[in-house]
């Protein structure tokens, strides 16, 4: 009978050990999982720290340079964040706003964003806005501080403070809050470039560069899954690239290509004509917006839609130079540092009342002219790391479609801590959606490597018991 007893006791628990690493590897699968949810209309980076913005700058949660945030931001009010800087660096944020699927908005709404000093001096602002789509979309606003732009303001060693609040101009406050007041969810980006060991070598922009549109790159499309995402978007390099499956109204994806100091980046974007047809005419259906290494608008464009096949291209951009911030436009202003180039591409939900839900066609054709150059030479490294670098592993990446191998996709960024008490966050990688870059995969794979050890471990030590089991019994 006690023979028995030890015998049950070890099935019991090798069954048990089983079905723990079986969960195991379950949960390995799950989280190894690519794609992103069809669903949501953003993907976050799998490794944003959640934060909450303080009402006033008192008590408002520290960024570190590197690192990716995931907050929110209500119907009114303001929120802050802080910053703490020194007097030589540049600094850059970007803030990404996802409203709600379905959610009604303003064209003229949108999200402002400004970074001020200690003494509430204003170092920058931007504001995106939804535009004549008239669709939910996400949307991207950047500030920086520029150490050596002005000789009084903002260039102190210090705190300075991020603001996001949501857009409203030129008219009531109704329209500026349409959506029944819901929510927004914000993607919070902070980075920091170092400044020059020669600082008077670049401080002009080139004046003359080419202008004229280059003809069309042609060819049968390659195919390529566009993210949900800046984390997740899909790289591409120079060629014909059409989206798998195409795109739906309401749905935004994400492409990213590397351009390298001294190169111009050329984008054109095709939506295919409707199938049976369709009746009607969409003002502004698709909008194609570039934004730069640490996510801030260069330029977007809209384009109409009745049913047939439409062509919508970027205007020429300078190549990317160091001296360009110093350009009074924006768009030349923004081609200031190498590095991934991100192509968002948005339908909106209007076109779905006229054409059906799709999806819809859509090709890329993507054009990167110029030889690398060297860069303007940096004292330190950026955060995150090599953000503003392109390797040749981004350029096959490009080339392949699959992940990229710079750094400056991982959330956490090289020497981002986040985690510190400064951070307010919870450490926790709060996620919408899969997660298709580096960060993501590493990620799986180290999941899946657990829960393969774990299995074959269990199976180990399970035939060990089982033979001491039998060994006694023959005793």
């Known amino acids: 009978m006690g023979r028995r007893t030890v015998w049950w006791r070890v099935v019991a628990a090798s069954a048990a050990l089983l079905c723990a690493a079986a969960a195991l ?105 939804f535009g004549p789509t008239r669709s939910p979309r996400p949307v991207t606003a950047w500030v920086v501080r520029e150490a050596d732009r002005d000789a009084y303001m903002c260039r102190a060693a210090g705190a300075y403070y991020v603001v996001v609040e949501r857009a409203v101009t030129g008219g009531s406050s109704q329209e500026g809050t349409e959506g029944g007041g819901e929510p927004w969810e914000l993607e919070l980006r902070h980075a920091w470039e170092p400044p020059l060991k020669d600082a008077g070598a670049t401080t002009a922009p080139p004046e003359n560069w080419s202008s004229a549109t280059p003809e069309a790159v042609t060819g049968d499309g390659g195919p390529r899954t566009g993210g949900t995402g800046f984390a997740t978007a899909s790289p591409v390099g120079q060629g014909v690239w059409s ?32 199938d049976g047809g369709g009746d009607g005419f969409t003002g502004s259906a698709m909008v194609v917006s570039l934004y730069n290494p640490v996510r801030g608008l260069v330029d977007d464009v809209t384009s109409p839609y009745d049913g047939r096949q439409r062509s919508v291209a970027l205007d020429p951009l ?73 390797t040749a592993e981004d350029r096959e990446a490009a080339e392949n479609g699959e992940g990229a191998g710079t750094a400056g996709e991982d959330g956490g960024g090289a ?26 995969h590493a990620t799986a794979m180290k999941v899946l490597a657990a829960g393969g050890i774990g299995t074959g471990s269990v199976l180990v030590l399970g035939l060990g018991l089982w033979t001491l089991v039998a060994r006694r019994r023959a005793a």
């Open 25 to 129: 590897s379950g949960t390995a699968r799950a989280a190894g999982t690519s794609d992103p949810d069809p669903s949501a209309p953003y993907a976050f980076d799998e490794d944003a720290r959640t934060v909450e913005g303080a009402t006033s700058t008192t008590g408002s949660v520290r960024l570190v340079a590197g690192t990716t945030y995931r907050s929110s931001l209500g119907a009114d009010g303001k929120l802050y964040y802080r910053l703490e800087l020194d007097g030589a660096a540049d600094a850059y944020v970007s803030a990404t706003a996802v409203p709600r699927p379905g959610t009604a908005v303003a064209s003229s709404a949108g999200l402002k964003v400004s970074l001020q000093d200690a003494d509430g001096h204003v170092c920058s602002s931007d504001t995106a806005r």
């Open 243 to 274: 989206q798998t499956g195409g795109i739906r109204p309401g749905r935004t994806l994400y492409y990213k290509v590397p351009v390298d100091w001294g190169q111009q980046v050329y984008a054109t974007a095709e939506l295919g004509s409707a």
């Open 318 to 390: 300078p190549p990317v130079r160091y001296g360009n911030r110093h350009a009074v436009d924006d768009e030349t202003s923004a081609m200031r540092f190498a590095g991934w180039y991100y192509l968002a591409v948005h339908l909106g939900e209007p076109v779905a009342e006229r054409f059906g839900d799709g999806p819809f066609g859509l090709t890329l054709r993507v054009r990167v002219e110029g030889s690398p150059e060297e860069g303007p030479g940096y004292l330190g490294a950026s955060e995150p790391r090599d953000v503003f670098t392109v």
């Open 415 to 440: 020497g981002g801590t986040g985690g510190d008490e400064d951070s307010g966050g919870t450490g926790s990688a709060a996620a919408s959606g899969g997660g298709r870059g580096p960060g993501g």
